[in-house]
């Protein structure tokens, strides 16, 4: 499976301020996924992230609060923007492709605290 | 849209003896079934996956059956060892267009004891 790494494993922000977290592959990859983890809680999709057009957001999701990227093949960020406690959660990122379309193997995630 | 329903939400098992995780599904669509485990702290971690096409599918002490008529899978593990004591989730494929999304379940935090 590829190696996927995600960048910051964490941080603590401030109400009000936005938080970007990238994700890195270190193969080319079909798909890149991005999820929630709330406390104790399962992992719910924000959005897919397609290479070289917007990203397709899940319902209760929305493009101004996390937008996304993903210039290339290998790399997605997301955005948290506009942060509330509220939004303190894991954030993972997943990759398929390797080796059919449908297995997903995830980042070590982000743990965000907002204060 | 796909629902994923998983029980038990908590399971506590001695060491030695078998553990049984059960999921139902709701769209018939859907063709692949994949196990996480998670433990605290960690990624989850694909342990066993299975597709429509098969009944049955084992990996040592792990094994998974799929009733596609009733809509239900399920994890068996035998043999359990405290390594196995962690956070286990099952997941349904909605394929759609070129995306295969997974729906997860709620989690079942397996515990197994000396």
């Known amino acids: 499976s590829a190696v996927i790494s995600q960048k910051p494993s964490r941080d603590i922000c401030q109400r009000g301020t936005s938080l970007t977290i990238q994700c890195q592959v270190d193969?080319?990859?079909?798909?890149m996924f991005w999820y929630r983890q709330q406390p104790g809680q399962s992992l719910t999709l924000i959005a897919t992230?397609?290479?070289?057009?917007?990203?397709?957001?899940e319902s209760g999701f929305v493009i101004d609060k996390f937008p996304i990227s993903r210039p290339n093949l290998t790399f997605s960020t997301l955005t948290v923007s506009n942060l509330s406690p509220e939004d303190s959660s894991i954030y993972l990122c997943?990759?398929?492709?390797?080796?059919?379309?449908?297995?997903?193997?995830f980042g070590p995630g982000t743990r965000l605290t907002v204060l | 849209g796909e629902n994923v329903e998983q029980h038990p939400s908590t399971l506590s098992v001695q060491e030695g003896d078998s553990a049984v995780i059960k999921c139902t599904y709701s769209?018939?669509?859907?063709?692949?079934f994949p196990w996480y485990k998670q433990e605290l702290g960690k990624r989850p971690q694909l342990i066993i996956d299975?597709?429509?096409?098969?009944g049955e599918k084992k990996d040592q002490r792990i094994a998974v059956t799929l009733n596609k008529t009733a809509k239900h899978f399920s994890l068996h593990i035998t043999e359990t060892q405290p390594e196995d004591s962690a956070v286990y989730f099952c997941?349904?494929?909605?394929?759609?267009?070129?995306?295969?999304?997974?729906?997860f379940g709620t989690g079942t935090r397996l515990q197994v004891t000396l």
């Open positions: 997943s990759v398929s492709g390797l080796p059919t379309t449908d297995t997903q193997y």
């Open positions: 193969s080319q990859v079909t798909m």
């Open positions: 992230a397609n290479q070289g057009s917007e990203a397709t957001y």
């Open positions: 769209d018939s669509a859907s063709n692949y």
């Open positions: 299975i597709r429509s096409n098969v």
């Open positions: 997941a349904a494929n909605r394929a759609t267009g070129t995306a295969s999304k997974l729906t």
